[in-house]
């Protein structure tokens, strides 16, 4: 390869987006649930998607992973994700914190963190884990049932950045904690953002707007707006026509 | 007095044949949500494997070294078969609970038939060393030592399987699969490749049950396993799905009500108070004593 080539690569692989995302349809229960919805994720940057409740935020998140059946394509860095298994997506470089957190309730903190270790540097991770959430390394043989919402954010956002992922999808890690817990999540997501890319699902638009560099906004299953983050709260109408808020006040839900 | 020990400790050795029935179904149904109801078979071709050896391989002269032969042997047949049963007739029906109760309802009629086929349907009996029946004095009861020695083995097995559970990846990734199938393979780990291994492993111990069941119950007959797998599903039912303690206690309730009912009240009756049981648990406690737990 010579050096003009070399650099042109560079160039492409700096502005090409990480993930494009085509013209995904998604059909639940007889209803229409995503509608063509097309955007880009550009590397090292946040994606905020944005939307009312039902808008299709977390549909979209499960059908990049293969936890629901679509049509379209999701492109990860060239590599066509639709119709591969969960755990092969996954294996492509890409973190997960559910809705939910979804923690293995009856397994230890320490057994929920083994568990997500895919990668030969994960046991590194471990200590950047730990000083993250020091909580996590105190509670590491409870149970991670009996732990407190905020714990277990903790510990869902921890099995995603055990591995170095090339993308974190995550969806709404501030729903449901008290304001000091969603300061720590949204500190650590700071922290991830310097090294990773992430597509963020995020009702609070103050934690969004702290995180985010760049939003999609879904109105029932279809891209209503996308572009910079800024352009949200340069244009009210656009965050109060589709968010149902006064994004520029400052945006407390 | 002698006559309750000795109910008791009948009822603790017919708890391990349960136990041994049932850990694996109850495994299988945790982790796959498949109802295999060809496990009973399994439970039947272990005591087939066990008498096969027994009667055959006379080049072991000692008894109790061939009975050793004998139940590894079963075990490793439960491991193939187990493992067998998944790849061919399950893996391509995951998801389908009709097609997999008719392809294991099937595969265990056409077990039935084949071992009677083969081996036809009169009692095969085992040989057995002497100190089989021989007794010991407990308590004043005087107890086959055949009894203690399927509790051992079953406890044995139980202690062999939590730790398995407890201290191994594939343990982990099992536990975690009970749970919450989905979210394991949201962390990249192929939940598919635990599932041949829990069916060999659910083969393994009813195999070895039947090689055991074949000395408790005075011989092996083809409709053996078959017989004893609605008791193997009412316990994992009491016991709560995917939960391994839950199954060695159940399993020790339903051979203990099975056993007393039987002996104190009426002959038969027993088998109807192990459906009350179960009814009265459903009515309690749905998810069983300890439901969704890998534990």
């Known amino acids: 390869m010579t050096s003009d080539a070399v650099t042109a690569a560079t160039v492409t692989a700096a502005t090409r987006p990480l993930v494009e995302v085509r013209d995904l349809d998604v059909h639940r229960a007889g209803a229409h649930i995503l509608d063509g919805v097309s955007f880009d994720v550009l590397p090292n940057r946040v994606t905020a998607l944005l939307g009312r409740n039902g808008a299709g935020k977390t549909t979209t998140l499960l059908t990049m ?3 629901l059946p679509g049509t379209g394509s999701v492109a990860f860095d060239g590599v066509e994700l639709l119709g591969m298994s969960t755990h092969r997506i996954v294996q492509q470089s890409i973190g997960y914190v ?6 293995f ?8 963190l083994r568990l997500a270790m895919r990668t030969p540097e994960a046991e590194s991770r471990l200590d950047l884990v730990h000083e993250l959430f020091p909580e996590l390394h105190d509670r590491r043989e409870q149970r991670a049932g009996t732990l407190s919402g905020g714990q277990q954010q903790m510990v869902a956002i921890a099995r995603a950045l055990l591995n170095p992922n090339r993308l974190l999808l995550i969806d709404e890690p501030s729903k449901g904690l008290a304001p000091i817990v969603v300061n720590e999540v949204v500190a650590a997501l700071e922290r991830a953002a310097a090294d990773t890319t992430i597509l ?3 009702q609070n638009l103050q934690v969004a707007r702290r995180l985010a560099t760049d939003i999609v906004v879904l109105d029932s299953g279809r891209v209503a707006h996308s572009g ?13 026509r589709f968010l149902g808020v006064a994004a520029a006040a400052g945006g407390a839900p | 007095m002698s006559t309750f020990v000795l109910i008791f400790v009948t009822a603790l050795g017919l708890a391990g044949l349960y136990f041994l029935l049932a850990a694996g179904l109850s495994l299988i149904f945790g982790l796959m949500d498949v109802l295999n109801l060809a496990h009973g078979a399994f439970f039947g071709i272990g005591g087939y494997a066990c008498w096969l050896v027994m009667d055959h391989l006379t080049v072991i002269g000692p008894l109790t070294l061939r009975f050793f032969v004998a139940v590894i042997a079963a075990a490793v047949v439960g491991i193939v078969v187990g493992a067998v ?4 007739l399950i893996a391509r029906n995951y998801g389908n609970h009709l097609s997999q109760i008719l392809i294991t309802i099937g595969l265990s009629f056409v077990v039935v038939s084949l071992l009677g086929g083969i081996f036809t349907f009169e009692p095969k009996y085992i040989v057995q060393p002497a100190w089989f029946t021989d007794t010991v004095e407990i308590f004043g ?10 509790l051992g083995v079953a406890i044995t097995l139980l202690v062999g399987l939590l730790a398995f559970l407890r201290y191994t990846r594939h343990g982990l990734i099992i536990r975690a699969g009970v749970e919450n199938r989905n979210m394991v393979s949201a962390l990249g780990i192929d939940v598919g490749r635990s599932f041949t291994l829990v069916f060999a492993i659910g083969g393994l111990l009813a195999a070895v049950g039947g090689a055991l069941g074949a000395v408790y119950f005075n011989g092996v007959t083809p409709g053996l396993g078959s017989g004893q797998l609605i008791f193997g599903i009412i316990v994992v039912v009491i016991g709560g799905l995917g939960s391994i303690t839950g199954t060695a206690v159940a399993a020790v309730l339903v051979a203990m009500t099975q056993q007393f009912v039987n002996y104190y009240v009426a002959v038969g009756l027993g088998d109807i108070a192990v ?7 459903l009515l309690v406690r749905p998810q069983g004593l300890l439901g969704r737990v890998a534990r």
């Open chain 1, 65 to 67: 992973l293969g936890l």
């Open chain 2, 85 to 88: 049963v998944e790849k061919l």
């Open chain 1, 105 to 112: 309730g009856q397994l230890t903190v320490t057994e929920n």
């Open chain 2, 275 to 281: 459906v009350a049981l179960l009814a009265v648990v």
């Open chain 1, 228 to 240: 910079p983050m800024s352009e949200l709260f340069d244009d009210p109408e656009l965050a109060h």
């Open chain 1, 200 to 202: 963020l699902v995020e």
């Open chain 1, 98 to 103: 559910p809705e939910d957190r979804e923690v």
């Open chain 2, 141 to 150: 009861a005087r107890i086959p030592n055949d009894r203690l020695l399927i």
